[in-house]
């Protein structure tokens, strides 16, 4: 089946700092997104792509939907403690399963 | 509603006893999806509804789980006889047309003891 690795699996950063995140997959997806979740809570949406090439920002955050369509990346840039969480990445394919397709997710936490 | 709304937030049942988890979606979506998130794992995908269309069951891991989708709105997953490695939490996500970005619910947290 599909599968979307993303990378890395956690990361243990300074406040401050920028973060980077990406997801790679076998298979062609005609929109990328990226997700936020908080303990306890769905995950939310943060960034759509629904172009390739497409760069992307939303206040500190910046993502970009890979050339190739098998690909998407997401930085964070001046990282902050309330950034802290899982961020997951989807994919979806225009045919076929509309369901989106999720990375294992990156686990984030920032020391102030 | 203002968002997607489940219930219950948290359900603790004995093994082999059925389960019914309800999602009441975004008012007016038309497209609806249940996921299971097992601890520290990313979000498997188990079942989706789009309009009047058949449901896509393609990603439900055994004949024990089944969903339905009253008049196009309220949904509930079923777990029938359920076993400890159904254990997990259980989203549900909605949209108004099958694309893009989900508006997920806070989930609901099974426990199988």
């Known amino acids: 089946g599909q599968q979307l690795n993303q990378s890395p699996q956690s990361m243990f950063i300074q406040e401050g700092e920028d973060v980077s995140m990406n997801c790679t997959s076998s298979?062609?997806?005609?929109?990328w997104l990226w997700y936020k979740q908080d303990p306890g809570e769905g995950p939310v949406l943060l960034i759509a792509l629904y172009k390739a090439g497409e760069l992307t920002s939303n206040g500190r955050l910046t993502a970009q939907f890979g050339i190739t369509r098998k690909d998407s990346f997401l930085n964070i840039s001046a990282s902050i403690p309330s950034d802290v969480g899982i961020y997951f990445c989807?994919?979806?394919?225009?045919?076929?399963?509309?369901?989106?397709?999720f990375g294992s997710g990156t686990r984030l936490q920032v020391q102030p | 509603g203002a968002g997607v709304s489940q219930s219950p937030s948290n359900k603790v049942t004995e093994k082999g006893k059925d389960v019914e988890l309800r999602c009441d979606p975004i008012s007016g979506h038309t497209a609806l999806y249940w996921y299971r998130q097992s601890l520290g794992q990313g979000l498997e995908f188990l079942i989706y509804f789009q309009g009047n269309s058949a449901p896509d069951k393609s990603g439900l891991p055994s004949d024990r789980f089944s969903a339905e989708r009253t008049g196009g709105s309220v949904s509930t997953l079923t777990i029938q006889r359920t076993q400890q490695e159904d254990s997990a939490v259980y989203l549900c996500a909605s949209t108004p047309w099958g694309a893009g970005g989900y508006t997920f619910g806070s989930g609901t947290r099974l426990t199988v003891v």
């Open positions: 298979s062609i997806f005609n929109t």
């Open positions: 989807a994919g979806q394919q225009d045919t076929g399963r509309r369901a989106l397709t």
